[in-house]
């Protein structure tokens, strides 16, 4: 519980209102169509006030190798085109699901198995959800 009270307890950092045609949003997406990342889709939660980011960004790979590949060369482009580090990361050790924190953007990057098993975008079923599948 105490992970909980973590996540709303940060303050979200945003200087400038982040859209999906913003630079830093549109970086991510290319970086996981770049390695092939499958079912990519954004949930829009900014209107839904227990949301800890504002956006999810949701996609699948089909082995840990891949998992790994993309979420490395997502990290690695946003930093080399928008000067930003993730807050944290976690799931490098197992690279089943892979997430990575920029406060107002939250990558997840995940087995397709996990991915039906944890069910994020039915969770947040109150958000816009948009598609990237090329």
């Not at 973590?6 to 770049?34: G, H, Y």
């Amino acid at each position: 519980m105490a992970t909980l009270s973590v996540l709303n307890s940060r303050e979200k950092i945003t200087t400038v209102r982040l859209t999906r045609n913003s630079k830093f949003f549109k970086t991510i997406i290319k970086a996981i169509q770049d390695k092939k990342g499958e079912h990519i889709l954004s949930l829009d939660l900014r209107k839904i006030p227990e949301a800890v980011a504002d956006f999810f960004i949701i996609c699948q790979a089909t082995s840990s190798t891949q998992v790994k590949a993309i979420s490395d060369f997502v990290e690695e482009q946003v930093r080399e085109n928008c000067g930003e580090k993730p807050y944290r990361h976690e799931g490098y050790k197992t690279s089943h699901w892979v997430l990575i924190d920029y406060i107002s953007v939250v990558v997840h990057v995940m087995h397709p198995d996990t991915r039906k098993f944890y069910k994020l975008e039915d969770m947040w079923s109150d958000a816009q959800v948009t598609g990237y599948d090329l």
